[in-house]
């Protein structure tokens, strides 16, 4: 495996392998960017509760951009939510899904009507 071609690898390898890179120094902060892109929820998942478990135990904070609401109810304990550079709502993980902000309810679940202005081509 040492002497494996990253590009050889699977997309779930490659964040696993991404992570261990991240925690290797013991760092105070940790950024991750859309941690589980391209994975299926399943390994979604996986990557999830290995942030989680590797941030208890090394005690890190971390910093997350990422779209996928699964995972940021997973892994986060406060979410914020930027839109036109400037941020629109801040709150705990588990105040997102009764807050009465208009773009932060379109977003979480997905609908195409709302406030964002949306140009399909």
């Known amino acids: 495996m040492a002497e494996a071609d990253p590009a050889g690898l ?5 964040k696993r392998v991404g ?3 991240a925690i290797a120094t013991e760092p105070d902060i940790i950024f991750f960017d859309e941690p589980t892109t391209g994975l299926d929820p399943i ?3 996986v990557i999830n509760n290995l942030i989680t478990e590797c941030v208890q135990d090394l005690g890190a904070t ?11 109810r997973t892994i986060a304990d406060r ?6 550079g ?3 709502w801040a709150g705990g993980v588990d105040l ?10 379109q977003f979480i679940h997905g609908r195409e009507e ?5 140009e399909v081509s």
């Open 96 to 105: 997102i899904d009764h807050c009465e902000n208009e773009f932060v309810d």
């Open 79 to 84: 979410v914020a939510m930027l839109y036109d």
């Open 86 to 88: 400037r941020i629109i």
């Open 43 to 45: 390994m979604g998942d």
């Open 19 to 21: 992570l261990a890179r």
């Open 62 to 72: 971390t910093l997350t951009i990422s779209h996928d609401m699964s995972s940021a």
């Open 10 to 14: 699977s997309g779930g390898m490659r």
């Open 114 to 118: 709302g406030p964002f202005a949306l």
